[in-house]
């Protein structure tokens, strides 16, 4: 009698527990950065782009004169916030300004201003921060 209504105790909290959980195919927007001492993983949140993305070519990869990220883009175009972040972390950014209204402004090498608007406050710094040293010099300001 007693292992019965253990045994009942115990399913009906596994139950409870298991609704708790989200779904692993959920469509959360929340991103989470690795941590700073964690190496990247294979499937990182935010992977750099392959060369032939950011318009150069192997034979210029290691060159020190400025390569165009993103033809494609025009002076003063709007991104989605994932193409900025893969430009930032591209280290082609040479300034980017945050607004209260979550609008970032992003100042490419080329002389080119992009702009995006970042899903919360303030992750435009920790994008940053997870950039390391291709972002480096990279000039932050905020309104």
Not at 73 to 79: I, N, T
Request: proline share 6%; hydrophobic share 40%; aromatic share 4%.
């Amino acid at each position: 009698m007693k292992f019965a209504r253990l045994f009942l105790i115990v399913s009906i909290v596994s139950v409870i527990l298991a609704g708790c959980q989200t779904a692993p195919n959920s469509n959360a927007s929340q991103i989470t950065l690795p941590a700073a001492t964690e190496a990247p993983a294979e499937n990182e949140a935010y992977p750099q782009p392959a060369p032939a993305e950011t318009g150069e070519t192997e034979s210029n990869t290691n060159s020190s004169q400025a390569v165009s990220v993103y033809p494609e883009l025009k002076d003063g175009d709007e991104v989605d916030w994932n193409k900025a972040v893969g430009i930032i972390l591209t280290g082609q950014v040479t300034q980017v300004l945050q607004t209260h209204d979550l609008k970032v402004f992003l100042t490419l090498k080329d002389g080119r201003t992009l702009v995006s608007t970042e899903p919360v406050i303030d992750e435009l710094m920790g994008i940053i921060d997870y950039c390391g040293d291709p972002c480096k010099g990279t000039r932050i300001a905020t309104e």
